[in-house]
């Protein structure tokens, strides 16, 4: 089955940028979406169909995919973005297998 | 605005069932494909299950599969996953999720706040 690969953690001092690797085999052709998950809360969807974003997310937050890398970049960091953040995608090829990356814990200096 | 909220959550013994139920809100719930996904305590994200709009289509994770079904009533606005045959690693926060797809892909978009499945002699 597919395999996505973050990294555990990641960290920022506020105000620079943070950049969040997703890792796939040729993931470049595949729709990597992105989640936001704070302590004791459901996850909140960033970003869609690589770099889109929902209605309310703010542009710090942009998304870009090629190769076999898909980039989460949060510009100009606070301390308010300090959460798990997990990359998915989508297979429906056969069956539907939906996979999830697991998971990257980004810190805030 | 869009609200889902999930019950039916609690103990139960291995081997034991349980039904989650999910009261949708604010949108209309027939339009939506939907799904149920889980996070186990500390751990990561995993999909278990999706139904289509009007229940036509219906996948699961391996994981779940011949032991979890979804289902969902369109005129009650809600969803549900029946688990039956429960293991110690199904105990996890599940949460009820809408689920867009457009072309070849999807994803989820909102999530309710979850309930929480123990399952323990």
């Known amino acids: 089955s597919y395999v996505l690969t973050q990294p555990p953690s990641v960290s920022v001092a506020p105000g620079q940028t943070a950049r969040i690797t997703c890792g796939g085999n040729n993931i470049g052709s595949k729709s990597v979406h992105w989640y936001q998950q704070k302590p004791g809360q459901a996850p909140v969807l960033v970003v869609y169909?690589?770099?889109d974003r929902p209605s309310g997310i703010p542009e710090r937050f942009s998304g870009s995919n090629s190769g076999n890398t898909a980039t989460l970049t949060i510009s100009r960091v606070e301390a308010g973005d300090e959460a798990d953040y997990y990359c998915q995608v989508w297979d429906s090829s056969s069956d539907l297998n939906v996979v999830f990356g697991g998971g990257t814990k980004l810190t805030v200096l | 605005q869009v609200q889902l909220v999930e019950s039916g959550g609690g103990l139960v013994k291995p081997g034991g069932s349980l039904r989650l139920s999910c009261a949708a809100s604010g949108f209309t719930f027939s339009d939506y494909y939907m799904s149920w996904i889980r996070q186990a305590p500390g751990k990561g994200l995993e999909w278990v299950s999706y139904i289509s709009s009007s229940g036509s289509t219906i996948y699961y994770a391996d994981s779940v599969k011949g032991r979890f079904t979804i289902s969902r009533d369109n005129a009650k606005n809600s969803l549900y996953l029946q688990m039956n045959s429960l293991r110690a690693e199904d105990t996890a926060v599940y949460y009820c999720?809408?689920?867009?797809?457009?072309?070849?892909?999807?994803?989820?978009?909102?999530w309710g706040q979850g309930t929480l499945v123990t399952v323990s002699s």
């Open positions: 169909d690589d770099s």
């Open positions: 999720v809408t689920t867009v797809v457009h072309k070849s892909t999807g994803w989820f978009d909102p």
